[in-house]
């Protein structure tokens, strides 16, 4: 299964991702993204969310480490370029 289609499946609840980055050193896949929630979410529902992506990327790429930074959608700032990729 792609990333991009992990993250997406697992991601009820969040508004977007973006700034997904991904890089390999020796046998660790390393992946980082900016996901954005409402505002008004508290910090344990963001955390829930996290913890189900994470979950399920771990489960299909060996050796992964998971970086989530939580961005709340009155605060989120796309790097100048970047298409967010929204969850609906």
Same mark, same amino acid.
Do not use: P, Q, Y
């Given at each position: 299964m =792609?990333?991009? %289609?992990?993250?997406?499946?697992?991601?009820?609840? #969040? +508004? !977007? $991702?973006?700034? +997904?980055?991904? *890089?390999? #050193?020796? *046998? #660790?896949?390393?992946? !980082?993204?900016?996901?954005? $929630? %409402? #505002?008004?979410?508290? $910090?344990? !529902?963001? =955390? $829930?969310?996290?913890? *189900?992506?994470e979950d399920a990327l771990k489960a299909e790429v060996p050796s992964v480490r998971v970086t989530i930074h939580v961005e709340p959608d009155d605060e989120a700032k796309l790097p100048k370029g970047t298409v967010a990729v929204p969850f609906a």
């Open positions: =792609h990333i991009r %289609d992990i993250i997406s499946t697992n991601s009820k609840g #969040a +508004l !977007e $991702v973006h700034d +997904l980055k991904t *890089r390999i #050193a020796g *046998r #660790a896949t390393f992946i !980082e993204f900016h996901m954005v $929630v %409402d #505002a008004d979410m508290s $910090v344990g !529902e963001s =955390h $829930v969310i996290c913890d *189900r992506i």
